[in-house]
């Protein structure tokens, strides 16, 4: 007979988890909580009076945030489209201010190109 077990079948620290075992359970409330596509989710929290229910919790089937009032569910999160370096500092200069920096730049490098120092003008 090859080396065994004399436990076969069971893992460490499996045993009968009934009642007597874990202890009783809490007692548990249900919540309904429904998203923006209709999709109910009710997940069960502690009935205890320190247990803070939430007013949204997140759809498990589409991601959306889920209400408790299911004529209405709260707004998805609006998305805005990624942003490029460009866009940024559009949005911090004018158009005026650009042309000064441009000007100012094109100065320099032509000053620089001819050998004159724009500290000597």
Request: aromatic share 4%.
């Amino acid at each position: 007979m090859a080396g065994g077990s004399a436990i076969r079948g069971s893992r460490v620290g499996a045993g009968p988890m009934g009642e007597t075992e874990r202890g009783e359970a809490a007692p548990r409330v249900r919540v309904s909580y429904w998203c923006a596509n209709a999709h109910e989710t009710r997940p069960s929290f502690a009935k205890e009076p320190e247990i803070v229910i939430p007013e949204t919790w997140d759809c498990p089937r589409c991601g959306l945030p889920a209400g408790q009032d299911r004529e209405a569910p709260p707004e998805a999160p609006k998305n805005e489209p990624y942003k490029t370096h460009l866009a940024y500092v559009k949005e911090r200069r004018t158009d005026a201010d650009g042309e000064a920096l441009l000007e100012e730049a094109l100065t320099a490098l032509r000053a620089r190109r001819s050998g004159v120092s724009t500290r000597d003008r």
